[in-house]
């Protein structure tokens, strides 16, 4: 089993559409969650930071920790077609400063 | 804020040179700098990690003599691939972060070698 499991998509959803992603994870030591997108032949660009369990809102983008169930969620309001991307979760044990394990990656199309 | 840079963005070698990609933290201090590679879609694999001054810590099954890694000051580290052949062709992305928050990633450079 992996430490991180995303589901790999693609995700088709019409434009306005609220998108969910997520992610699934085995190591209870985990406390710090990202969100990152990455446009093709990009770097991966950081959505959401977010500490231990909870809600952080941002904008059309919130995610959602739920440590007790080792859950995470990035939602997508009004979702545009420049949302188009993938979008890779990613937690550390430690300081934001340690290494990440990352997910897969989910593949997002928003249809115009 | 938290810009980093990377550069060259795409190189093209011949088999036997060495290439050396920089990595850049344009408004911030960047203590740990890491150094990724990604596959045609496949998610970061992690090469290693470096701490200004310090040598870099390899991940297993990275070989540290072929991918060389220097983080001589805050805002600066360089991975040298040495003797580069086709299989080292790749997309390489490298992070930066200061003291505890998250990690800002430059925008890659895609390595070909012929």
């Known amino acids: 089993q992996k430490e991180v499991e995303q589901d790999p998509g693609p995700l088709s959803v019409p434009e306005g559409a609220i998108v969910s992603l997520n992610c699934t994870y085995s190591?209870?030591?985990?406390?710090?969650f990202m969100w990152y997108r990455q446009y093709s032949r990009k770097g991966p660009e950081l959505l959401m930071y977010?500490?231990?369990?909870g809600n952080k809102e941002d904008g059309r983008f919130t995610a959602q920790v739920d440590k007790s169930s080792k859950y995470i969620s990035l939602f997508i309001r009004d979702s545009q077609p420049s949302d188009s991307a993938t979008y890779l979760c990613a937690m550390s044990g430690v300081s934001g400063t340690y290494k990440y394990i990352f997910g897969t990656g989910t593949r997002l199309k928003v249809l115009a | 804020g938290a810009v980093v840079s990377q550069h060259p963005s795409w190189v093209i070698c011949k088999s036997g040179t060495s290439v050396k990609i920089e990595c850049r933290s344009l408004?911030?201090?960047?203590?740990?700098m890491f150094w990724y590679r990604q596959f045609p879609k496949q998610s970061l694999m992690l090469m290693a990690t470096s701490n200004e001054g310090s040598k870099a810590t390899y991940e297993q099954g990275v070989e540290k003599d072929k991918f060389l890694i220097n983080h001589a000051s805050l805002t600066l580290s360089t991975l040298t691939v040495t003797s580069a052949h086709p299989e080292d062709s790749s997309f390489y992305i490298c992070?930066?972060?200061?003291?505890?928050?998250?990690?800002?990633f430059g925008d890659g450079t895609r390595l070909s070698i012929l």
């Open positions: 992070s930066a972060s200061d003291r505890g928050q998250p990690q800002h």
């Open positions: 408004d911030f201090q960047a203590t740990t």
């Open positions: 190591n209870s030591a985990f406390q710090y």
């Open positions: 977010t500490y231990s369990s």
